[in-house]
């Protein structure tokens, strides 16, 4: 009887005490790992800086700093992995090409995470060694109080007591061991997976990239995609010129040469005058071909007529299946974004429709927390490798000029989902409703 | 027969009066740009109106919009909308209130003066003009909807041509066939796109609508 109505409330308490249970044997590793690696670390650190005087340092402290990085590395992984803190790797990264013993040693000494890792060694090795081992000691207590005390204490001889109950010699003393036991077992539960938590926010407090660290690494972010970015520009005004060039304007030479040819026979020849001028319009076609196709590839005047919206619902009515498009934009983004994403998206369904034999496609556009997300989805073979070919890489390219990325997965057999995400305000402008199959 | 002419450039507007009027066209209003072309296109009521997508002051579509406005205040209004580019987007939007007298053509095809005047009496007698790219476009893509699935190469090129604004005969001469054997494709177009027997003019609309919806 008392099992069963026990029952329900045992059972909720399951998880509870799984995961207790989890969280303090995780806590074992890392206490191990507080007074193993890190001891021996900071003596070998200590000794590799201080032997820098006869120039051994030159050569222990690259090896040695390699060493904690690898340490601190796994405590990184473990903080994200069982306590969901996770924290980034602060290094500055390696330079291109081979490095003399010097610059290698400047290098590591001038990282101040390589000096922030060695304070975390020091006080890693007391705050690992309390936070991963009182949950278990706790729960290993209480365990002895709840389950071998009553049992134990007929058997064992002499004085004995347990936790505030010392020595317990009568019955009152007896009946407040398993109290006792329940409290200090339920407590150690408690306690560890918020042992393990403290434990990764401590890590991270020392571990994690400095405020200057991360802006700094951010700045080299940002100067990398500028410079590609302008580099893509100028390499697309050189394109541009040189289509206009050997393009429209050659041909509205020849128009006018025509016209003026045609002008000098009028009176003489009129029939090959109007020749001529035959000649004259069909060129002049032929230049309005060109710059049309020129002006798509610069800014797509649907683009412009209509904002993004309208821009991607003509961008699925051009391609040969049927493609499911859902705007959700409360306004417009700026233009030079809408042109990214135009891009963008026209890439990721060019891909489609080249590679993928698919029987349709969808496109999602969205805006939620100051991020735009375009989706390009497609129910072909999948298999797509965004770092093959120039299509996808240059979609990342281009969204990395607006700090955005780009992800595609494509297991075998489909289905291929392409995602584009950037951070971008929008304006209040209203775009056009829009969803349905095109 | 009486034309409003829309567009913002100078040049261009001046051209298109002159061209119009030399094929006895009566110009009775130029505008140049978008909010003066609703009332002109209102109060006017032309036989037939010439106007340029992109428009002043927001240089978006704002000559489709009015062109939109328009036909729903007043209905089956023939507009030939011209364009520096085309989409089967606007195509669609023309088109869709189904009344017919709609003509949609890349500026260019204004060089070609005897087709182009074509094309406006086309759109002003009701008949349906789509530029030859919009139709390119459209025969470029797979056969994937079933109302289109049905037609053979031959009806479905027909079809194509209807929808440029050819008349049977032209479509015939395009086709090297006959005219009969033209209208007998045009008749089975008809039914297998499931347009009962109506006023042919109408019925040329809707099978071109079913065209540029699939």
Redesign the interface.
Known sequence: MVSQTLHPWIRSLRPWGRRGLLCALRGLPDAALAVTANIALIVLSVLSVLTTVVGVGLFAVPVVTAAVRRVANLRRRLAGTWAQVPIPVPYRPEPDGRQNPWQRYRRTVTDPATWRDLLWLLLEIPVGLVLGLVPTLLILYGLLGVVLEPVLLGVVLGPFGYAATWPVDDLATRLLVFPQGVLILATGLAAAPLALRVHALFARWLLAPTRSAALTRRVRDLTESRAETVDAQAAELRRIERDLHDGAQARMVAVGMTIGLAEELVGRDPQAAQRLLGEAREASSRALVELRDLVRGIHPPVLAERGLSGAVQALALAVPLPVRVRVDLPGRPAAPVESAVYFAVAEALANVTKHSRARTAWIELTHTDGRLVAVVGDDGDGGADPDRGTGLPGIGRRLAAFDGTMTVTSPPGGPTVVTMELSCELSSRKTWPSSGTA | MRVVIAEDLALLRDGLTRLLTAFGFEVVAAVDNGPALLPALTTHRPDVAVVD??LPPT???EGLQAAIAARTQVPGLPVLVL???V???YARELLSDRSGGVGYL???RV??VGQFVDAVRQVASGGTVMDPEVVA?LL???T?DEPLAGLTAREREVLGLMAEGRSNAAVAGRLFVTEKAVSKHINSIFSKLGLPPSDDDNRRVLAVLTYLDA
Request: hydrophobic share 25%; glycine share 0%.
């Open positions: 997508v992109r240089f978006t579509d364009s520096q580019h989409e089967q987007l890349l500026k260019d060089s070609d476009q470029a893509r797979r994937r």
